[in-house]
């Protein structure tokens, strides 16, 4: 009987574990599948996270999946800059969020 209840708290332990293990990688971001160019002199210098600039952009093009961000200084501003493409539409979508802000500067539509 005894070896049966060691039996049992060391399965419970086993699932607890796996269910731990298995709710913290749900919590990790996921790998992001675009291509990234940000300096870090650049980043530390922003006030808008990369993660809250590509909500900004995602949701001005809807639909839109991000192909590639930089992080920029252009024309003397900050910029988190994501060149978007959506499906079944040519070319692709460029939209610029402000780094300090989180405002959009531009939304241009770019030929392929």
């Known amino acids: 009987m005894r070896?049966?209840?060691i039996t049992s708290i060391f399965g419970l332990l086993a699932v607890l574990s796996i269910v731990t293990v298995g709710g913290?990688?749900?919590q990790?971001?996921?790998a992001r599948a675009y291509k990234r160019e940000v300096p870090a002199e650049l980043l530390s210098q922003t006030k808008i996270s990369?993660?809250?600039?590509?909500?900004v952009a995602l949701a001005r093009v809807a639909g839109s999946a991000v192909?590639?961000?930089?992080l920029e200084r252009e024309h003397g501003r900050l910029i988190w800059s994501f060149d978007l493409t959506v499906a079944g539409k040519p070319g692709i979508e460029e939209v610029e969020v402000d780094?300090?802000?989180g405002k959009i500067v531009s939304v241009e539509h770019e030929d392929s």
């Not at 990369?50 to 909500?55: F, G, I, M, Q, V």
């Not at 192909?67 to 930089?70: D, Q, R, Y």
Request: charged share 25%; glycine share 0%.
């Open 67 to 70: 192909k590639t961000l930089e």
């Open 24 to 26: 913290l990688a749900a």
């Open 50 to 55: 990369e993660d809250s600039a590509r909500a």
């Open 3 to 5: 070896n049966r209840s």
């Open 99 to 101: 780094a300090l802000t």
């Open 28 to 30: 990790q971001p996921a």
